[in-house]
């Protein structure tokens, strides 16, 4: 079993940059797909990106492709998502999560465990 906790949201402008953070705790990180999920208020929670165990691969939604980069540390039990050029509309909740799978996932579904969120807010 793994604990994750979200960290680095918060209040940027348009055009602006965040780093989010995900320490996980309990089983090793590298033992689990990694990603990051968001939900805005009165939309549907969906798929942000996604890394492998190895950190060799990663698959983002085309909605944040070429702004938004995953990354892990395994050796600290971190995920990161930088998070570039953001627009009003990447203002949400974002979760990290975890997978199982030996694969990248991209349905919340298809992750076992996820955190409480950290919250980015995005003015124009």
């Known amino acids: 079993q793994v604990q994750l906790v979200e960290s680095g949201g918060g209040l940027v402008q348009a055009g602006g940059s965040l780093r989010l953070s995900c320490a996980a705790s309990?089983?090793?990180?590298?033992?689990?797909?990694m990603g990051w999920f968001r939900q805005a208020p009165g939309k549907e929670r969906e798929f942000v990106a996604a890394?492998?165990?190895?950190?060799?691969?990663?698959k983002y939604a085309d909605s944040v492709k070429g702004r938004f980069t995953i990354s892990r540390d395994n050796a600290r039990n971190t995920v990161y998502l930088q998070l570039n050029s953001l627009k009003p509309e990447d203002a949400a909740v974002y979760y990290c999560?975890?997978?199982?799978?030996?694969?990248?996932?991209?349905?919340?579904?298809?992750?076992?465990?996820w955190g409480q969120g950290t919250q980015v807010t995005v003015s124009s």
């Open positions: 309990g089983r090793a990180s590298s033992a689990y797909v």
């Open positions: 999560v975890a997978s199982r799978s030996l694969y990248i996932r991209i349905m919340w579904g298809e992750y076992n465990y």
């Open positions: 890394i492998s165990r190895s950190g060799f691969d990663t």
